[in-house]
């Protein structure tokens, strides 16, 4: 039997890791690759379906279509993990590793914000249902609103409500609503100056109004209002929410969890366990959480073994860059790129909403969808 790799969670950072230990190993391996799932949806695609660009159905991607030498998908839900046996429990048994890797993601803690279930985008279902909604709305006041930070992709609830503003025009609607976005931070994309600049211009030629520096407390959904951090209140007829996130249970109950997420060493993604690494929304890194630093910590993770494996050297540190597309509506695309690590202080560049980007942004979904799910 050859070495056993268990990556737990099948999202962005367990599927890179999946193949590319595929491609360098092949079946040397034992790679087992746990997932409670039976398919993938890409994050963005949740606001396709929120605003009815595509049919749920056409957004997932399926774990059967895995076909890759030395890895065996198992539809399982983990209900422990044992970090110092390496050993996890599941629904369906018992799988121990001589390498274990904690690809989880963040969940929501709903229970946090009185009134958000329901009227999320964040999951699948939230943004299901929303979906069934806004064709409901048509005049009164919507509020995109954040409940609690760290939440995926930052960029995200700006593109919601830039994409709400489009949705209502093309309904000939738009004079008759009002929009407001409450998030957390100073500004949309604290590390980019520019790309925040360019989203508050956004705002602002669109009559969306910029409520920084607050979250979302409550929903007293018999009064109709948004209560926000300070006490004060937002009158709302639609609430489209991002929800508090957190680790998983099984993560805060395994014991690798500290303030929330697993700590690790943000230039090798190891935890305090020996053999154990956790990449991705489930650990804390020092870089925001999105599919783009998941999938490049996975890589660090996935040279880190092979080296390991096959003797070889040092292998080179995670370094926190990634890039982001942001969707400014109009059919155009925006692309922010940020690096976390090299200086002092995180930094950004941005690049100009266009109809090029917006096919870079198609290209960026394809070709994983193609790594991911093709033999
Ligand atoms: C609206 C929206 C837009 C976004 N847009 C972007 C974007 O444009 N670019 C970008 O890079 N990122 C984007 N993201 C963020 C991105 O989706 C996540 O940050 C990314 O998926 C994190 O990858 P991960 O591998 O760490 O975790 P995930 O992809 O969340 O994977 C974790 C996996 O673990 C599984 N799991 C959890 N618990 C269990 C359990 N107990 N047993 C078994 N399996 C379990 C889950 O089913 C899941 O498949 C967006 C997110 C949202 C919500």
């Not at 279509?65 to 422990?80: H, L």
């Not at 429990?89 to 009134?115: C, M, N, Q, R, S």
């Amino acid at each position: 039997m050859g070495t056993r790799i268990l990556i737990l969670g099948a999202g962005f950072g367990g599927l890179e890791l999946a193949t590319t230990l595929s491609e360098a190993l092949g079946e040397d391996v034992d790679v087992r690759l746990i997932d409670k799932n039976d398919a993938f949806i890409f994050g963005y695609a949740k606001l396709d379906v929120l605003f009815g660009r595509t049919k749920p159905q056409a957004v997932r991607l399926r774990y059967r279509d895995i076909a890759k030498p030395g890895v065996q998908f198992v539809q399982q839900t983990v209900t422990a993990i044992d970090p110092q046996a390496r050993r996890v429990t599941t629904d369906g048994g018992e799988h121990e590793a001589d390498f274990l890797i904690v690809a989880l993601g963040a969940d929501y803690d709903l229970d946090a914000t009185p009134g958000i279930a329901g009227n999320e985008f964040y999951s699948v279902e939230g943004a299901e249902r929303l979906r069934e909604i806004l064709p409901t709305f048509s005049q009164g006041r919507a509020i995109v609103g954040v409940c609690g930070a760290p939440f995926k992709c930052p960029p995200a609830p700006s593109e919601a409500a830039l994409l709400l503003h489009d949705y209502l025009l093309e309904r000939g609607v738009r004079d008759d609503c009002q929009i407001s976005f409450v998030i957390p931070f100073e500004v949309p994309i604290p590390p980019s100056p520019e790309t925040s600049r360019a989203l508050i211009e956004a705002f602002a030629e669109r009559e969306i109004e910029f409520v920084p520096k607050h979250r979302v407390s409550a929903l007293d959904a018999a009064r109709s209002v948004a209560v926000l951090d300070d006490g004060s209140e937002l009158p709302y007829d639609l609430f489209l929410g991002v929800p508090k996130h957190r680790a998983p249970d099984v993560v805060l109950s395994s014991g690798m969890a500290e303030d929330g997420y697993v700590p690790v060493s943000s230039r090798t993604l190891e935890t305090k366990f020996p053999g154990v690494y956790a990449l991705g929304d489930v650990a804390t890194v020092g870089v925001p959480k999105a599919g783009v630093f998941s999938e490049r910590q996975a890589r660090v993770v996935a040279t880190a073994l092979i080296s390991k494996l096959q003797g070889g050297d040092e292998v080179d540190a995670y370094d926190g860059t990634g890039s982001c597309y942001i969707e400014f509506g109009a059919g155009r695309v925006g692309r922010v790129d940020v690096d976390f690590f090299s200086g002092p202080k995180p930094t950004g560049s941005f690049q100009e909403p266009s109809r090029e980007l917006v096919a870079e942004k198609l290209l960026f979904g394809s070709s994983r969808r193609a790594r991911w799910f093709s033999s």
